[in-house]
């Protein structure tokens, strides 16, 4: 097993986000649930939302797409898999990921759907609340996988959001064959409490078989996938499940679990909350970083509540300002 | 004449700005001159910088099309004229200028050229270099005009920016000409000192021949048109050939001249500089929205700084707070 490359390789929804501040009553009013993610399944239903959206802002978005991002931000070697149409937000999407340092080539896809839009209202609150048209990013085929690419990383990264479309799921399933064979580590996000609802038994799967051996939740998102009522009870079944075990708790900060060690650590004050999206890809962007340099738990799960607490304090899903310094000066 | 249905109507260049952050070496080795706006003339010229350039944030721009979308935001009632492709870029311009409450029905043009793009460089001091692929934006015809609405606002509102490419220009000096026939009146933003020292000659002609009532420049815009050494003599010299020049000043305010009086204004003080980009535009709103509501030179001139305060807080030329809120928080 050679030394890798690449410190991580993600494959995952290429999406370029739309945000605009709206109020709680519209979040109410269009029948959204506040801080989740849904699926708009037709162009004429991305159309119609985006026609009662405000004024926006467009930025690159896609949740294991801003992980690697950051990852590239804060000086680890990345690449990313993810499929974009041959159009201007496909341009958009690819420019900023290489612009960000990270290694995209998969090729664009030409004729419809279009790229991939995430249309994000931002409530007073900074909470975000997502609608996702998936376009192109659903036809992920397995043959743009670039199967050396996934064997010289040393983590692979797969979002759970990308295990709902065919295609890409096949892609990720070959991707995890390929990293287990290479001798590399496969990292999962849930990401979303209806991948779970859709998805649970396959993930499950993946775990009891042992494919998986960094698992990112959220709080809601381990307590359904251990079908359990609380957090604690939910730490408590999976922890001994996968060999690595991270959750995140929003202002409670983040706890990791490895070989029966449990540790936590606070969130970090921000200022102002201003728009959480992007805190949970940034935080793995943070701990991911953290353990491909050799640092401990609790100095991982610390540099991933810093990248966190960086998101949610401006609009948009990708690091604004200089990850290294910010780093140097929280963490020495 | 009866009473306009529309406070401003403008006729710009409807352009998606990319912003993105920059270093002065940047600046200096791609050979822009800093705080100033370049124009790129091909497709290819555009794509080049935009391969040098760092992650960036789209968001719909355009100097006029910024002030009507403030004058919108601040309870104006508004319409704009510009051209966008009929492309994605097209549809971000259209949806964001409606959703700022600007009417807007300019058809989307086929084909090739895109809508324009303008890439911004904001570097740490908060000053925007911008370059500018005009795109679809330089073939707005005159048929385009809509002379029922031109006639139906109190002020036509042109920028200088758009004297450039011939299409455009024929359809302004259309629109002039309603709008003096209906006894509206004419307001023109010098926009760069580029735009002077190509059609100099045609905006003193304007001005001579009696067919703007509201002239807005900076300071290094009235020197140049006023071909005289320093503020105080281009002030001197052109105060009397408009009935209403306002000229901005950067950090050290605006003034106004109207009928030989001349009141100023200090600047609106910021907590941080992030982007300056629309900082005229945004003045020109506030100064405009304050004369349609029958304010006095000075007030108007504040509206004008408050605003212009409001937009380099901030990255992006469109507002991103509650905008009448602030000026009652304000102006009271």
Not at 91 to 96: G, M, P, R
Request: aromatic share 6%; with cysteine; proline share 4%.
């Amino acid at each position: 097993m050679s030394q890798p490359s690449y410190d991580v390789v993600a494959i995952g929804n290429a999406i370029v986000d739309v945000l605009s501040q709206a109020d709680d009553g519209f979040i109410a009013q269009e029948g959204m649930a506040k801080g989740s993610m849904q699926l708009m399944f037709s162009p004429a239903e991305a159309d119609a939302l985006y026609a009662k959206m405000g004024p926006g802002t467009e930025a690159s978005g896609g949740s294991a797409a801003n992980t690697v991002a950051a990852i590239a931000a804060l000086g680890g070697r990345t690449a990313f898999v993810g499929q974009v149409a041959d159009d201007q937000l496909g341009e958009v999407f690819a420019h900023d990921i290489r612009a960000a340092g990270v290694s995209f080539a998969t090729p664009a896809r030409p004729g419809e759907p279009t790229t991939a839009r995430c249309l994000i209202f931002v409530t007073p609150d900074g909470q975000r609340t997502m609608n996702t048209f998936l376009g192109a990013s659903q036809f992920l085929p397995e043959a743009a996988l670039d199967r050396a690419l996934i064997a010289d990383a040393a983590i692979l990264y797969l979002e759970g959001y990308l295990w709902d479309p065919e295609e890409p799921r096949a892609a990720m399933r070959a991707a995890i064959e390929v990293a287990r064979k290479a001798g590399r580590k496969v990292a999962f996000t849930l990401s979303d409490t209806f991948c779970i609802s859709r998805h649970g038994d396959d993930f499950r799967k993946l775990i009891a078989d042992g494919l998986i051996d960094i698992l990112f939740a959220n709080e809601a998102e381990l307590v359904a996938l251990a079908e359990v009522d609380d957090f604690d009870a939910g730490v408590a079944k999976m922890a001994g499940q996968v060999p690595l075990l991270v959750v995140t708790r929003g202002q409670a900060g983040a706890t990791a679990v490895q070989a029966g060690r449990t540790v936590s650590v606070g969130a970090e004050p921000v200022e102002q909350v201003v728009d959480t999206t992007g805190a949970g890809d940034l935080f793995a962007a943070g701990f991911l970083r953290g353990q491909a340099q050799g640092w401990g738990l609790e100095k991982s799960l610390k540099l991933g509540a810093v990248c966190a607490a960086e998101i949610i304090s401006h609009y948009g899903a990708r690091p604004q300002v200089d990850m290294q310094a910010l780093v140097a000066a929280k963490l020495g």
